[in-house]
């Protein structure tokens, strides 16, 4: 009896020990979260940088120009998000597909600037703060949320409910 539960303990060990070993995340996994933080990071960047550019539009153009370029920005983004958009749907990639849902978000955006510039001019400049914040956030939440989901993803990888049942 003795033997059978010292063979068992040793056993359990054996299996905690792959676990403990499987758990720890390959390189390649961990590339592919850097990976995609990355990108996010530098769609984020380019957000941030475009939406701080036209702050300091609105103070250092021209009214007439500013509201021009405001259509213009909204239309190349549109046409932008309308290549990313197909892009997505030729690879079957979630992911670009949803980059170029951001990037409409922020095409019309944009658009709406055109009125925004001229209905609430006081505090049009805290509203591309604030809309700026925003984006920021979701960014860092959307970075959260994808390193989370790869990290689940391996670990439901690991269950093998076989190996330990023939063990």
């Known amino acids: 009896m003795r033997r059978r539960d010292r ?3 040793s056993n359990i060990e054996k ?3 792959e ?4 758990k720890k995340f390959p390189q390649e996994i961990k590339e ?3 990976s995609k933080i990355f990108e996010n990071i530098i769609i984020a960047t380019i957000i941030v940088i475009y939406l701080a550019s036209l702050n300091i539009g609105m103070n250092n153009i021209p009214t007439d120009t500013y ?3 405001l259509k213009v920005f909204s239309i190349m983004l ?3 998000t309308i290549f990313i958009l197909e892009l997505g749907y030729r690879k079957d990639n979630e992911g670009i597909w949803l980059h170029g849902i951001e990037v409409m978000v922020i095409g019309i955006f944009t658009l709406y600037l055109v009125y925004l510039y001229s209905i609430y001019y006081a505090t049009y400049g805290t509203l591309i703060l604030t809309v700026t914040l925003v984006c920021f956030a979701y960014y860092i939440i959307k970075i959260a949320i994808i390193r989370r989901k790869i990290r689940k993803e391996y670990n439901k990888s690991l269950i093998d409910i076989r190996n330990i049942v023939k063990k």
């Open 67 to 69: 509201i021009m370029d």
């Open 19 to 22: 676990l403990e070993e499987k």
């Open 7 to 9: 063979n068992n303990a």
């Open 15 to 17: 299996l905690e020990k």
């Open 32 to 34: 592919k979260i850097n």
């Open 78 to 80: 549109l046409i932008i």
